[in-house]
């Protein structure tokens, strides 16, 4: 296997732009290539923070597009939409996802062993989007264990626990090397058929060998995948993430995009509304497109009175074929009635302030940021 392409995926959103920011500035000697899938239906704020954080990077991102839409130089969206005859995509039918997102990076990476980087914080608690081609490792520098599930699920399988203890034992000795040969011992009583169960116990056991050491656990587990050979980090004669013990949340994003003066995407930015002498705040939640059917209902009601020339592009959707509609029951139509406008503030209003009442930021804060990027929430 030659050495690995490095890559990391801006979605248009702040926790990739400021993935690439930390990596920048904490592993200038990784050279990382960057690259966007433009769907052809984002926000022109995207657009904008991905040419600044070109310039902060000083190299370009590439702009990625379906290659079958590219060569009739059609706009990549309706390229697809025409080819599923007017089919709007869902969360059960993700086509946009499959044909815009994936397979253009699939494609920009080729056959190459590949080391792919992926933002998903350390107050997040979601594995995203895994490649299915072995070539592709992904790599999460925001959290804590910054190894995927697939490999970490192999190296605690109950079959690999002398393996394990012995890697642990070129770089742990003494009563820490015993209290790890205790934890790794201790075998995981799995349940096949509940694979959320398995998830959780092997996060339980993950979890306790991670509290005696984190760089410890990395350079096991970069040992092990070196004598596995069959991902794509195995060739590399050291890795500088082994020794990275940064965890990252929330507030650490939108601190690193202003710290670089790249700056929050504008469409982040609260801004107030009144209902029955009330005033909430509403904003976007996510990047990708305008019209996104994860948008809550919220969000729609910005884009309407923000962006109305975009909420009216995503209804002529909805009228080319009747019984599709980007939200389940309610055409958006119906959604911008003056009536169902001020239901959805007002439950809105209700929603934020009982959280608050709750006293729980952290809470608030996953609520407020429903952040689903298309390559790393797709399954």
């Not at 000697?29 to 052809?40: A, K, P, S, V, W």
């Not at 995207?46 to 009739?72: H, N």
């Not at 923000?306 to 029951?329: C, I, M, R, S």
Request: aromatic letters at 12%; hydrophobic letters at 30%.
């Amino acid at each position: 296997m030659t050495k690995p392409r490095h890559v990391l995926g801006i979605s248009g959103g702040k926790d990739s732009a400021a993935l690439a920011i930390y990596l920048r500035n904490t592993y200038p000697q990784l050279d990382i290539e960057y690259y966007y899938c433009d769907t052809g239906k984002e926000l022109d704020e995207t657009y904008q923070l991905i040419e600044r954080l070109e310039g902060y990077l000083g190299k370009p991102i590439a702009k990625l597009k379906s290659k079958a839409a590219e060569d009739l130089n059609k706009n990549p969206f309706d390229y697809f939409y025409q080819m599923y005859r007017g089919y709007l995509p869902s969360n059960v039918a993700r086509w946009c996802t499959k044909n815009m997102k994936i397979e253009p990076f699939e494609l920009f990476v080729g056959d190459m062993p590949t080391i792919s980087y992926v933002g998903i914080r350390g107050d997040e608690d979601r594995e995203g989007y895994i490649s299915k081609k072995s070539s592709i490792q992904s790599i999460f520098p925001f959290r804590r264990n910054i190894w995927s599930e697939e490999v970490i699920k192999k190296l605690l399988s109950n079959k690999e626990m002398s393996h394990a203890l012995d890697l642990y034992g070129k770089y742990v000795k003494g009563t820490s090397l015993d209290k790890i040969s205790e934890i790794i011992q201790n075998p995981l009583v799995l349940e096949d058929r509940n694979p959320e169960q398995n998830r959780k116990a092997t996060q339980a056991k993950l979890n306790q060998l991670l509290d005696q050491g984190v760089s410890e656990f990395n350079q096991v587990m970069f040992d092990y995948l070196k004598a596995d050979g069959n991902y794509p980090i195995s060739t590399e004669e050291d890795y500088p993430l082994l020794y990275n013990e940064d965890v990252l949340v929330r507030d650490d994003i939108f601190r690193l995009l202003e710290e670089s003066e790249v700056g929050v995407p504008s469409y982040y930015n609260k801004i107030d509304y009144s209902v029955d002498g009330e005033t909430g705040q509403y904003a976007r939640s996510r990047s990708g497109c305008y019209f996104c059917f994860f948008q809550q209902k919220i969000e729609w009601v910005w884009l309407y009175e923000q962006h109305p020339d975009l909420y009216f592009q995503a209804v002529d959707y909805e009228n080319e074929k009747e019984g599709f509609t980007w939200n389940q029951n309610e055409t958006l139509k119906d959604l911008i009635h003056p009536n169902r406008i001020h239901q959805i503030k007002t439950e809105h209003l209700t929603r934020m302030d009982k959280l608050k009442n709750n006293g729980s930021k952290y809470l608030l804060d996953k609520v407020i940021d429903a952040e689903k990027d298309c390559i790393a929430c797709f399954k």
